[in-house]
């Protein structure tokens, strides 16, 4: 099966929680391959503990870097280089679905010549946008939308985040590509609240991916 690769219009958007809510929607597997920064907990910590369900399981990071910044620089402070090569070639073997999330949005550098584009690319990936309502958001995503049409990537379409204005339609029109679904402001996230929102996205999810 064709992974679906999580992406976002910059950092701090829902990757995670959306990661977590699509995963327990399709009991699927997780893998986060660049972690950058982990004082507060790796994502993929968060994720195993807000899913439910018995079936999934989380793949272990590639590359797990202490440095709180862009995976190049972290990479560079330990010494050490991302390859997309060592990435392609630790991907699961695994007979279930495969959610990766990537870091922050796509033209993250990953090393002096590859982005986090050229991994979904390399990962033969189909790709979920998540983007965050909020002022700015849709020069984000429009630019986002630009880039991924421009490299020919195969994009499943958006999922929004909170509860600023109401222009998910109109960044979907745009863009061309669908709203899978959408994410309100949550005061509490955990395992019942990401079951409840899977439970109310999975047969979109199923459409799309």
């Not at 018995?54 to 390859?83: D, F, Q, R, V, W």
């Not at 495969?98 to 990953?110: D, K, N, Q």
């Not at 109310?200 to 199923?206: D, G, I, T």
Request: glycine share 8%.
């Amino acid at each position: 099966m064709q992974p679906i690769f999580i992406t976002g219009t910059g950092t701090g958007v829902g990757k995670t929680l959306i990661a977590a809510i699509i995963t327990e929607a399709l009991q699927a597997d997780y893998w986060k391959p660049v972690q950058a920064g982990y004082s507060d907990g790796t994502d993929a910590a968060s994720v195993r503990d807000l899913v439910s369900n018995k079936t999934t399981k989380i793949h272990p990071e590639c590359y797990k870097l202490s440095m709180a910044a862009s995976p190049h620089i972290a990479a560079s402070a330990e010494g050490t280089t991302i390859k997309l090569r060592t990435i392609a070639g630790r991907l699961p073997k695994t007979s279930n679905r495969l959610i990766i999330e990537g870091a922050g949005g796509l033209l993250v550098p990953l090393n002096k010549k590859d982005f986090m584009i050229d991994l979904a690319r390399r990962l033969k990936a189909r790709v979920v946008i998540v983007s965050k309502n909020e002022l700015g958001s849709i020069n984000h995503s429009l630019a986002t939308a630009y880039v991924l049409r421009k490299e020919k990537i195969d994009v499943a379409g958006w999922i929004f985040t909170e509860d600023y204005l109401d222009y998910e339609g109109e960044i979907s029109a745009w863009t061309g590509y669908p709203v899978i679904g959408s994410i309100p402001h949550l005061d509490v996230i955990s395992k019942k609240t990401v079951k409840t929102e899977a439970l109310k996205m999975k047969n979109r999810l199923q459409k799309f991916l």
